[in-house]
């Protein structure tokens, strides 16, 4: 099945949507953009010429995808989250030049209202609460909220905290997916 665009979203030509994407209200994807399928842009987002997206993404309502920004697949953006790409942005002075790659990887969520600086990588499966501002990168799996944003737990594949015992194993209490904590302090799926 095609793409759906809502008839109040401007989809510039040249722009790349997959299949079984909705591109809903008021929605702008500008030429060189890249949606992969089965994604869904919520009303007014905005997508970047450089912006990459992948399949089975979720971008809530009034998020802007700006140029360096990479969503990989089943990642999903709250309402109102913000992305940026200039550390140091001023009117007069052009930084096209100094745009800085954001990635968030497979499974991430973002939280309602949470602030991305640039230049961040957000790890698989982690979860940045609502309203916090990620100024670091942030491991596969970890959970962050606040202001700058802080690791305070861990969280699964299935979107539950993880609470490990004394071994550093945990089971997510969603789907009985085993966890391992590491003595680097990353956090691994086990079989």
Same mark, same amino acid.
């Given at each position: 099945?095609? #793409?759906?665009?809502?008839?109040?979203?401007?989809?510039?030509?040249?722009?790349?949507?997959?299949?079984?994407?909705?591109?809903?209200?008021?929605?702008?994807?500008?030429?060189?953009?890249?949606?992969?399928s089965q994604s869904s842009l919520?009303?007014?987002?905005?997508? #970047?010429? !450089?912006?990459?997206?992948?399949?089975?993404?979720?971008?809530?309502?009034?998020? =802007?995808?700006?140029?360096?920004?990479?969503?990989?697949?089943?990642?999903?953006?709250?309402?109102? #989250?913000?992305?940026?790409?200039?550390?140091?942005?001023?009117?007069?002075? =052009?930084?096209?030049?100094?745009?800085?790659?954001?990635?968030?990887?497979?499974?991430?969520?973002?939280?309602?209202?949470?602030?991305?600086?640039?230049?961040?990588?957000?790890?698989?499966? =982690?979860?940045?609460?609502?309203?916090?501002?990620?100024?670091?990168?942030?491991?596969?799996?970890?959970?962050?909220?606040?202001?700058?944003?802080?690791?305070?737990?861990?969280?699964?594949?299935? !979107?539950?905290?993880?609470?490990?015992? #004394?071994? !550093?194993?945990?089971?997510?209490?969603? =789907?009985?997916?085993?966890?391992?904590?590491?003595?680097?302090?990353?956090?691994?799926?086990?079989?």
């Amino acid at each position: 099945m095609a #793409a759906f665009v809502h008839p109040t979203a401007v989809v510039d030509e040249g722009a790349r949507i997959g299949d079984e994407t909705h591109v809903w209200h008021f929605c702008h994807v500008m030429a060189g953009a890249e949606i992969g399928s089965q994604s869904s842009l919520g009303q007014g987002c905005f997508v #970047a010429a !450089g912006a990459r997206v992948g399949n089975g993404v979720r971008v809530q309502n009034n998020v =802007s995808l700006y140029d360096g920004v990479v969503i990989e697949d089943e990642v999903f953006i709250g309402p109102c #989250a913000v992305f940026t790409n200039v550390t140091n942005p001023r009117a007069a002075v =052009s930084r096209r030049a100094e745009y800085q790659r954001t990635v968030v990887k497979r499974g991430a969520t973002v939280g309602a209202n949470a602030t991305v600086m640039p230049g961040r990588t957000l790890g698989r499966h =982690s979860f940045v609460a609502a309203g916090a501002v990620v100024v670091h990168d942030v491991p596969d799996f970890a959970l962050v909220i606040g202001v700058p944003a802080r690791q305070t737990g861990w969280m699964s594949r299935h !979107g539950r905290k993880l609470t490990f015992d #004394a071994e !550093g194993l945990a089971t997510c209490p969603g =789907s009985g997916q085993r966890y391992r904590l590491m003595i680097d302090g990353s956090v691994v799926e086990l079989e």
